[in-house]
């Protein structure tokens, strides 16, 4: 059974950083998603199996960075420069296959979320 501990989220004004993390049972293919109140999940960013390949929605590409200690199986989310549109509840996903992948369908075992809020 894969377990995904997601931590980090919180309440944080804007323009302010968080780091979510994300420890895993093992050594997956790893992406962020968030899903906003009213709307459905997206895809934020995501990390190949080795760490060598990322992909990132282009509404955080330059202010998000998705980075990995492959020795803790953990998956990192740094988030810069936040805006109020940036808050969700962050999900952590992980994939059988080796290539980062954008699409939701693609992921086999989610994490429970944490809430990021983002105002003032």
Do not use: H
């Not at 050594?27 to 459905?40: D, I, L, N, T, V």
């Not at 549109?85 to 939701?104: H, I, K, N, Q």
């Amino acid at each position: 059974q894969v377990q995904l501990e997601e931590s980090g989220g919180g309440l944080v004004q804007p323009g302010g950083s968080l780091r979510l993390s994300c420890a895993a049972s093992g050594r997956y293919s790893m992406g962020w998603f968030r899903q906003a109140p009213g709307k459905e999940r997206e895809f934020v960013a995501a990390s190949s199996w080795s760490g060598g390949s990322t992909a990132y929605a282009d509404s955080v590409r330059g202010r998000f960075t998705i980075s990995r200690d492959n020795a803790k199986n953990t998956v990192y989310l740094q988030m810069n420069s936040l805006k109020p549109e940036d808050t969700a509840v962050y999900y952590c996903a992980a994939r059988m296959g080796r290539r980062a992948s954008t699409s939701l369908n693609e992921y086999d075992y989610w994490g429970q979320g944490t809430q990021v809020t983002v105002s003032s």
